[in-house]
Nanobody, 121 residues
Framework: QVQLVESGGGLVQAGGSLRLSCAAS????????MGWYRQAPGKQRELVAA???????NYADSVKGRFTISRTNAKNTVYLQMNSLKPEDTARYYC???????????????WGQGTQVTVSS
């Protein structure tokens, strides 16, 4: 059974930093893109950053220059380094992976349970 487990959320003051991690476990044949999404109360879930297996990245305009996504393919892990945090970054952050389990013909999206990030002003 494939699982994505996030860690690293918490409470931080504006201007501070946090680093989120997400590890995929289980019988995995291949992981394509991995990414981070967030959802604030009353708002839709939005893409924060994504990274392909080859290392190409994509960021939401609101986090460009402040957040950095990276991954370690050998560990099936993706990271999100968040610097210069703002109160508007407060949300639940979800890990996403487009992955193909062993024994399956196709890949699909998998989601973690999320980790809360709260930025105080």
């Amino acid at each position: 059974q494939v699982q994505l487990v996030e860690s690293g959320g918490g409470l931080v003051q504006a201007g501070g930093s946090l680093r989120l991690s997400c590890a995929a476990s289980g019988n995995i044949l291949r992981i394509n893109a991995m990414g981070w999404y967030r959802q604030a109360p009353g708002k839709q879930r939005e893409l924060v950053a994504a990274i392909t297996s080859g290392g190409s990245t994509n960021y939401a305009d609101s986090v460009k220059g402040r957040f950095t996504i990276s991954r370690t393919n050998a560990k099936n892990t993706v990271y999100l380094q968040m610097n210069s945090l703002k109160p508007e970054d407060t949300a639940r952050y979800y890990c996403n992976a487009d992955l193909q389990p062993s024994g399956q013909w196709h890949g699909r999206d998998y989601w973690g349970q999320g980790t809360q990030v709260t930025v105080s002003s």
